[in-house]
Structures are given as C-alpha cells and as structure tokens.
C-alpha cells in the first residue's frame, strides 16, 4: 500500500485498517458530534507510529489495546499515535479513538467535501479526502476495511448508511446499527440526516429503499419507476447486484450532483422533477456499485475505471429503455469530444481533472470501441468477469489490460492502451467485428 499521489497529505502506508468499529452521539440542532472510533489494523511494515486522517475534531483520548506507553499528539490534518515500542510488519493492533467536535466540510482543490449541514439535517459527500471530517480513517481507496456504525441521534430524524441496519429507542433518543460486512473504502462511507420518508421497492430479488422528504413523495415515486428494471439491466449486463440492498436517498436540499456510497446513492431536490429529467443519472449511480463500490479503484489516476464503466451504464440503459442506442450515444460524445482539447491522458489526468467530463466520456468511449472490436458476447463476458474477479477488490489499468487480453487477445489490449495512454482522440472502430 502507497501513499495516492494525487491526494499525498491522505492516507498512511504503514498499516491497512481491517475494521472500523464506530460509536457517534450526534445532536442535530447544534451539530455537535461525541464519537469512538476502535480501528482494528495491520502493520505493512515495522513502524514505531501511524498516522489516522482527522480534520476539523478534537482527539481527547487514545488508547492502543496492551500498550500502556502509547501516546498521542494531533495537527490540523492528522492524529499520530506513537507507541511504546517498534511494531513489526503484519502485527494486528487494536487503537481506540475519542473525539469530538463540531464537524463541517473540508476546504480542497475539488470544492467542500465530507460533513456538510443541510437546512433541516446532514448530506455526508466525501470523494476523494472527505471521510476524516467524521471520523479518524486511513483515507486511501486502496485501503478497504468492513464496519460497525452505531449512530445515536435525535428522535425525529432518519439516519441512513450502508449496510443491514437495526434501530432502538433509548431515552428519547434514536440509536441507529449498521453492519457493513463488504469491504468498503473510506470516501464510500456515509451518513445521511434527514426527516424522510422511507418507501420500498423490489429491485429483483434485492431489496430497495428510497428515502425522501414527503413533499416530493410523487416526484420520486415517478421518477425511480424504472429502478427494477434498471437493475435487471445492469444484473444482465454486470453480474448479480454486490450488496444486500440498494438505498437511495434524496435530500430536501438541491445537490450540485448525485454521487454515489456504498450500497447507496444520493440525490437532491433538484434531480426529481416527475418527468425522469435525471434517468441518465440514477443509472450512472446505480451503475457504481458495481464499478467504483465493488471493485474499486487502487489509485486515483485510474478513476476512469470508476466513471469509464458508469458513464457507459448510462448508454446501455438508453439503449434498453428505447431511447438513443449505445453507438448512437457514442458517435455523438466523440463528435463532441474531438471538439475538445486533447490534452488529458485517460490513465493519468492529473488531480485537477480527474472529475473533467472528458474522464467520464473518453473512458465510456474506450469501452464502446472495445466492444466494437472484440463483439458483445466476449464484451459482456469481459464485464461480468470483471466484477466477479475483483469484487471488494482495489483494482488498476493493468488489471483491467490483462483481462481483456485474457478474454480477448493483444490487439484488444492494444486498442485499450491507445485510448488511455495516448493524448489524441482515435477514432472509433467502424463496425462490429
């Protein structure tokens, strides 16, 4: 495990977390959070500390379970732990974490993210460096880790997070359980807070929740319509659904755009109209439990294996829907695109624009020309294999090349690094082989 270039103040590459056992007392009116973070880890090499990603808390008290002599010392960004003595590679370690706080968004390149107050509750929005705005994490994608989150808040409030979830009353307050037993990586954990209505919908034989104001009931009820089959689409196309449920909520406050968590997804106001003005979108987010949630990224350059894969979602749902076909889609962004500047590398766009629009369509574009060159039945093999491979698993371009050279053959995998490691625009293959 490495530090991510493209976030180099995240992360630590000394250990990997294998659990996060977290315990918030959270108060809605003030936005004041207590919380507990016991984080069960692994050493990767012999180190006498480690570092956890915190910004914005107070860290009152650390204790390293069978380490009297550890102790602890905490700057803007991070929480050290030095211990009493060296710790060797592969010993698991036991650090349990209290703090607390009044939490808000952090300040970055990409705009505010994590801990963000609503007019009437929370939106938790985290990629890439937001998670350590609630809790103290190793913030790296590569570094997945299962959870517990008990989350205690006030009565009148719904509390939604991944996972199977369990709720109790205790004096006047609500406690909230949730067991996240995939994997998950740290920006992918969330909250939201909110006073929402909570509707049912079978997706298949998996489960779905969506949660939303009772003023926009109609409007979501309308607009998420086309969810079961929607996912029987992505089932076909992608392999059984990865998590035991799929959650949906939308908050009351408009969103600059939906994103994505795990087993869950988020919009706002604004994308439920009644008329299924973001149908592109709930399949793009859909679409990311398998790609970006299941298997996930190892490193930021690749996030084109994230947004690549949903963005081209959106097309095969297009084309299932009886809307515009996925080569119709594609021969339109690909005009657009060579209008464009061609100065960003597919496999490594930098920082500043691994969210630029050209990630999400030159990578949707990649996969379209693959499947024009290698056909649909080796294609959709291909996809399906991917996410059975490498579910709970932080992947990169290489893993990606070596597959289609597996499934297909070398000019396959040469066709793909000619759209990512190339600046120019190639054109689309012709036809269908």
Not at 144 to 152: D, H, I, N
């Amino acid at each position: 495990m490495t530090v991510d270039p493209y976030t180099p103040h995240s992360g630590d590459r000394r250990y990997g977390v294998l659990h996060y056992d977290l315990a918030i007392d959270y108060r809605v009116t003030t936005n004041r959070i207590a919380g507990t973070a016991t984080i069960r880890l692994q050493m990767q090499e012999s180190a006498k500390h480690v570092s956890f990603d915190l910004v914005g808390l107070k860290v009152t008290k650390v204790r390293v379970v069978g380490d009297r002599a550890a102790s602890f010392r905490q700057d803007d960004r991070r929480l050290k732990v030095v211990f009493g003595g060296e710790r060797a590679s592969g010993q698991e370690l036991t650090v349990a974490v209290e703090y607390s706080g009044s939490p808000s968004p952090r300040r970055t390149r990409w705009g505010l993210l994590g801990w963000e107050e609503l007019e009437d509750g929370v939106l938790v929005a985290s990629q890439p460096t937001g998670a350590p705005t609630w809790f103290p994490c190793n913030d790296l994608p590569s570094d997945k880790a299962t959870y517990r989150l008990e989350f205690t808040a006030d009565p009148e409030y719904t509390v939604v997070s991944g996972g199977a979830a369990t709720r109790s009353t205790q004096r006047g307050r609500t406690r909230w359980i949730f067991e996240q037993p995939v994997p998950t990586a740290t920006y992918l954990m969330t909250v939201q807070i909110g006073q929402y209505d909570d509707d049912r919908v079978a997706l298949g034989t998996t489960p779905g929740r969506l949660f939303h104001p009772r003023a926009l009931a109609g409007r979501v009820r309308s607009d998420f319509a086309p969810l079961p089959h929607m996912m029987e689409t992505f089932v076909e196309a992608f392999g059984t659904y990865p998590y035991e449920s799929y959650k949906v909520v939308i908050t009351p406050d408009d969103l600059e755009i939906p994103l994505e968590a795990q087993g869950m997804a988020i919009f706002g106001a604004n994308h439920v109209d009644g008329a299924g003005g973001s149908e592109r979108l709930i399949a793009h987010e859909l679409a990311h439990q398998w790609f970006g949630n299941s298997v996930g990224v190892a490193r930021w350059r690749d996030i084109w294996l994230n947004e690549g894969f949903a963005c081209y979602a959106e097309w095969l749902w297009s084309e299932a829907s009886g809307a515009s076909t996925a080569h119709e889609n594609a021969l339109a962004h690909h005009a657009a695109l060579r209008g464009l500047a061609q100065d960003l590398l597919l496999s490594d766009p930098g920082p500043n624009d691994m969210f630029d629009d050209r990630v999400y369509k030159r990578g949707a574009l990649t996969l379209h020309a693959l499947r024009l060159t290698i056909g649909d039945e080796r294609f959709f093999a291909l996809t399906r294999e991917w996410t059975a491979r490498f579910a709970r698993l932080a992947v990169t371009s290489n893993d990606f090349l070596g597959l289609v050279g597996e499934v297909a053959d070398d000019r396959a995998r040469t066709l793909v690094r000619t759209w990512i490691d190339e600046l120019p625009l190639p054109a689309l293959p012709a036809s269908r082989s």
